[in-house]
């Protein structure tokens, strides 16, 4: 029944960018539960529910917006949001986590007065917020093969950096290692899989494809590099189910890529636990 999705463009691009949606946000998800950073997938989300809405309220009022693609206004929004929370962490310096929520308030309220300036939901905005399987075209997978690639590349180049800086950071900057550098790129990065994932998983609902396969790993792995095989094999396994259902059942994939992650942890710590009495 799944070969449906190689009968049809639409549903090739929809697997294939979910497929590496699955592989980047785990890894990424990895480095962020580690940091224990794992609201921050939250906070950017919803910046980026607020760029969704600022480019489709120009979209509605001046012609020369009409025709922008709201996703590149939402990585715009995202990007600046993980730049405005590391500026944050600087400024409280001693209440570091201050920085997360104060973006989440901002993001959700301001998302929700340009949502109302809109003149409020409509079909695209339900897509962007819980996805949607027909919402991928050539371009836009064009766009995520690019950022895989990208993305992917950086993290394996700079590895062994955010590895030291996950478990020992003072350490690691006493070795030289330039942890705000790294640690604005890596936000990036994170801002940039967010921007790419909304319209597949949607904006509410990314970053528990960030946390949940990551989750499900850590009941399995046995060492950080574990971890990343885990929590991807995790990842691929609740996008197929997740659109495979969505598709046939005529849901939005968000909710059914969510529900297959929640199940699968469920699982996970079901049978781990019985296989440890």
């Known amino acids: ?116 300036l809109a003149d409020g939901f409509n079909n695209d905005l339900f897509n962007y917020l819980f996805g949607s399987v027909v919402a991928i075209s050539q371009s836009d997978f064009q766009v ?8 992917t590349a950086l993290l394996f180049l700079f590895y062994k950096e955010l590895f030291f800086l996950s478990f020992d950071e003072e350490q690691a900057v006493i070795s030289g290692i330039p942890k705000r550098s790294l640690h604005v790129l890596f936000m990036v990065l994170v801002a940039l899989v967010i921007g790419i994932s909304m319209q597949i998983v949607g904006i509410l609902l990314v970053s528990a494809l960030m946390t949940l396969p990551v989750a499900s790993a ?28 969505a598709f046939h059942l005529d849901l939005a994939p968000g909710g059914t890529i969510v529900m297959a992650n929640v199940f699968l942890l469920i699982g996970s710590i079901a049978l781990t636990r019985k296989r440890s009495l």
């Open 1 to 116: 029944m799944i070969e449906v999705f190689f009968q049809f463009d639409f549903l090739r691009y929809s697997l294939y960018t979910g497929l590496m949606i699955g592989f980047l946000a785990p890894i990424l998800g990895v480095f962020l539960v580690v940091r224990r950073l794992s609201l921050m997938a939250d906070a950017l989300s919803h910046i980026t529910l607020t760029g969704i809405a600022f480019s489709l309220l120009l979209g509605r009022h001046i012609t020369m917006f009409a025709g922008l693609n709201p996703v590149y206004m939402g990585m715009a929004f995202s990007i600046t949001g993980s730049l405005l929370i590391e500026r944050l962490r600087h400024v409280y310096r001693y209440y570091k986590e201050l920085a997360i929520p104060i973006i989440l308030s901002a993001g959700i309220g301001v998302g929700v007065v340009f949502i109302s």
């Open 144 to 151: 995520v093969v690019t950022l895989t690639i990208v993305v």
């Open 218 to 245: 850590m009941k399995w792995a046995k060492g950080f590099k574990q971890m990343f095989l885990y929590a991807v094999i995790f990842g691929e396994v609740s996008i197929v189910i997740g659109l495979f259902s």
